[in-house]
């Protein structure tokens, strides 16, 4: 399973970006996807994920800023990114576990593949 995630930049606080991540190797539709961002010297941590079923789970940090969504045909998730905060700066990863439906995974301890990671910078 490949994931490559895309769309990182500098964007303003109070502005837009949209992160994609395309997958590849496995059956797309019946996977649960996640995105995951980290800073230095933190861990990890989740900030939204799809199920296969389209059903949706943010961190209560982004949420009513954020949206995932996914495009089966496309094999493609995205997180878009609406009003930005300077701590919304981080890397951010894309993710999927190896266990196909079930419920979302919230635990970075639960996705097996992930993305290279795409650079996310908000400036104030």
């Known amino acids: 399973v490949q994931l490559q995630a895309s769309g990182g930049g500098l964007v303003q606080a109070g502005g837009s970006l949209r992160l994609s991540c395309a997958a590849s190797?496995?059956?797309?539709?019946?996977?649960?996807m996640g995105w995951f961002r980290q800073t230095p010297g933190k861990e990890r941590e989740f900030v939204a994920g799809?199920?296969?079923?389209?059903?949706?789970f943010y961190a209560v940090s982004v949420k009513g800023r954020f949206a995932i969504s996914r495009v089966n045909a496309k094999n493609t998730v995205y997180l878009q990114m609406n009003s930005p905060k300077p701590e919304d700066t981080a890397v951010y990863y894309c993710?999927?576990?190896?266990?196909?439906?079930?419920?979302?995974?919230?635990?970075?301890?639960?996705?097996?593949?992930w993305g290279q990671g795409t650079q996310v910078t908000v400036s104030s």
């Open positions: 993710a999927a576990p190896r266990r196909d439906y079930g419920p979302i995974p919230q635990d970075l301890t639960q996705y097996d593949f």
């Open positions: 190797g496995r059956t797309f539709s019946s996977a649960n």
């Open positions: 799809i199920g296969w079923d389209g059903s949706t």
